[in-house]
């Protein structure tokens, strides 16, 4: 983290961005390209945070590759896709299961401290947008302001987010009012 750096919005990817896989309540990443889809929105959301100036992060946890369920290409052609459509600066990911104990698999904040160093981000002057209690709590680790978009799954809802929305779109709005 850069103390006086540029202010950034890191983002999940899936659930934020994407729309997920559903199944039993619960969200997935998708694993086929055909699945792989933006929100309605999400480019006009991000275009007015990187308007306003801030850096654009994407962060997301892809348990399938270190699972065996992704192969890498399929991810980097959904991440090409998603850098070509979209004004991000990065995007970190994390590919390991949940049981390998990595740094950088959020809740761990290891990816959002590696994409601050790198862009000289300050993360005190930053959100971070996520729907998973996993995501508040790396956004709270690094000491970024947190935006939880609520999709009512069936997981834990996460402790004291700053901020709740229905969407990437008002979670954007939230920003720009704060910011």
């Known amino acids: 983290m850069v103390s006086g750096g540029a202010r950034a919005v890191f983002l999940d990817r899936d659930g934020v961005l994407t729309v997920p896989e559903f ?53 980097d ?24 104990g990595c740094d950088c698999r959020k809740p761990a904040a290891g990816m959002l401290h590696r994409a601050a160093s790198r862009l000289g981000l300050d993360c005190t002057k930053s959100f971070m947008i996520g729907d998973r209690a996993g995501d508040v709590a790396a956004g709270r680790a690094v000491g970024c302001a947190t935006i939880f978009i609520d999709l009512g799954y069936a997981d834990e809802y996460p ?14 709005w939230i920003v720009l009012r704060q910011g």
């Open 23 to 75: 199944r039993d309540g619960r969200s997935f990443a998708p694993r086929r390209l055909e699945d792989f889809r933006l929100y309605d929105g999400v480019t006009e959301a991000l275009r007015e945070l990187k308007h306003a100036g801030f850096s654009l992060v994407v962060v997301t946890n892809q348990p399938d590759i270190g699972n065996g369920l992704l192969e890498q290409s399929v991810l």
């Open 77 to 100: 052609e959904m991440h090409a896709r998603l850098a070509a459509a979209l004004p991000v600066d990065a995007i970190e990911v994390c590919p390991h299961r949940q049981s390998d």
């Open 159 to 172: 402790e004291s987010p700053d901020f709740t929305a229905a969407s990437l779109g008002e979670a954007a």
